[in-house]
């Protein structure tokens, strides 16, 4: 099967495709209201270039990136809090005029081709096109993936949670450290979403009797309810870094 890499700018027609692929790869409460997701598509409209775009030969989406250049001076100190604060400041801001990294905010593979080096590909293709233009490279706040089974541990003592082998227990966390990135720190609120407890119970179809913490389907940690009557999740992502690669 022959693939092709494209982007957003070159094929828009793409765009439902990517939305979509995008959202059935995530917990569906990911998508309701935060800062940054009010300007998710804000991204699409302004950084087409970066929304790569890999297809098979029948024009079919496979696997999508998302990112947007930023600035960054190269420490773990001057990373952004997280998704929603990269998204707010780029998309409200514009780019910069002389962007240091791309920050990739979400790869994502349908389920019928996952295992096939798709989201290592558009990985490799990020770092090459960002190594003319983007001196840094790339910066992804990183949802590991194997994180919503154990909720109640801390994102740092999970991140070091290894194999009997020794590698690296996540397989996403674990894909990018051997593709050569570097754990750069923890975004403790990458993504924060607060919402009406009755939106909370609707979707988890049982009700939120008082305050407390409670297990939330495909939360990385729980959902937090205050007796305010809102229930708050605080996603927490790990930072890499993978240096630009010159073709």
Not at 54 to 74: K, S
Request: aromatic share 8%; proline share 12%; net charge negative.
């Amino acid at each position: 099967m022959a693939l092709t890499l494209t982007d957003l700018s070159r094929d828009p027609w793409l765009l439902p495709e990517v939305d979509a692929l995008t959202g059935a790869n995530m917990p569906a409460f990911m998508s309701w209201e935060s800062p940054g997701n009010w300007r998710w598509h804000g991204m699409y409209e302004r950084f087409p270039a970066h929304q790569l775009c890999l297809v098979d030969d029948a024009g079919t989406l496979l696997a999508a990136a998302n990112g947007l250049p930023v600035r960054w001076d190269g420490t773990a100190a001057s990373l952004p809090s997280g998704s929603d604060e990269v998204l707010v400041e780029t998309v409200d801001h514009g780019p910069p005029d002389h962007p240091d990294a791309v920050c990739m905010l979400s790869v994502s593979v349908d389920p019928a081709h996952r295992a096939a080096g798709h989201a290592e590909r558009l990985l490799a293709e990020v770092r090459t096109r960002s190594a003319g233009w983007c001196p840094r490279g790339l910066i992804i706040p990183v949802r590991p993936t194997r994180k919503p089974r154990y909720p109640l541990i801390p994102i740092e003592e999970y991140a070091d949670w290894r194999r009997p082998d020794g590698r690296c227990f996540d397989p996403w966390l674990r894909t990018h450290l051997e593709l050569g990135a570097r754990r750069l720190g923890i975004a403790h609120r990458s993504l924060v979403i607060r919402q009406p407890v009755s939106r909370w119970e609707e979707f988890l179809g049982h009700p939120l009797p008082g305050p407390g913490d409670y297990p939330l389907p495909g939360g990385l940690v729980p959902l937090r309810v205050a007796d305010d009557g809102h229930g708050t999740y605080a996603e927490p992502n790990v930072w890499v870094h993978h240096p630009a690669v010159v073709p």
